[in-house]
């Protein structure tokens, strides 16, 4: 069965760094687009980065605005495993982050357009203190 499981959440002073970790499993990230959405209490989900595959073992990295500078995704296909640097936390960050996969193209025209993924995992809470 085709998993997604984010972990490494908790809690953090404003201005700390967390990194949050996307463990995939029953298949292999290598050429699947991915992304990160987060989803504060009683708010809507909110794209955060995407990792866009662009053929050949390529991707490109894209960021929201609001997290642009702070966050860094990266992916470490031998270990199925896809992460989150967060850096320089703030109260606005709180969250349920969640993982996502889209197994057609990603658009990326549309790239802050979460709807966009169709495999999803459990959230890792990241609550930021100030």
């Known amino acids: 069965e085709v998993q997604l499981q984010a972990s490494g959440g908790g809690l953090v002073q404003a201005g700390g760094s967390l990194r949050i970790s996307c463990a995939a499993s029953?298949?292999?990230?290598?050429?699947?687009?991915i992304g990160w959405i987060r989803q504060a209490p009683g708010r809507g989900r909110e794209y955060v980065a995407a990792?866009?595959?662009?053929?050949?073992?390529?991707?490109?990295?894209y960021y929201a605005s609001s997290v642009k500078g702070r966050f860094t995704m990266s992916r470490d296909n031998a270990k199925n495993m896809v992460y989150l640097q967060m850096n320089n936390l703030k109260a606005e960050d709180t969250a349920v982050y969640y993982c996502?996969?889209?197994?057609?193209?990603?658009?990326?025209?549309?790239?802050?357009?979460?709807?966009?993924?169709?495999?999803w995992g459990q959230g890792t809470l990241v609550t930021v203190s100030s």
């Open positions: 029953d298949f292999n990230i290598d050429d699947y687009n």
């Open positions: 996502a996969r889209r197994s057609g193209a990603l658009i990326s025209s549309r790239i802050g357009d979460w709807e966009q993924y169709d495999t």
């Open positions: 990792s866009r595959y662009k053929g050949g073992r390529a991707y490109d990295t």
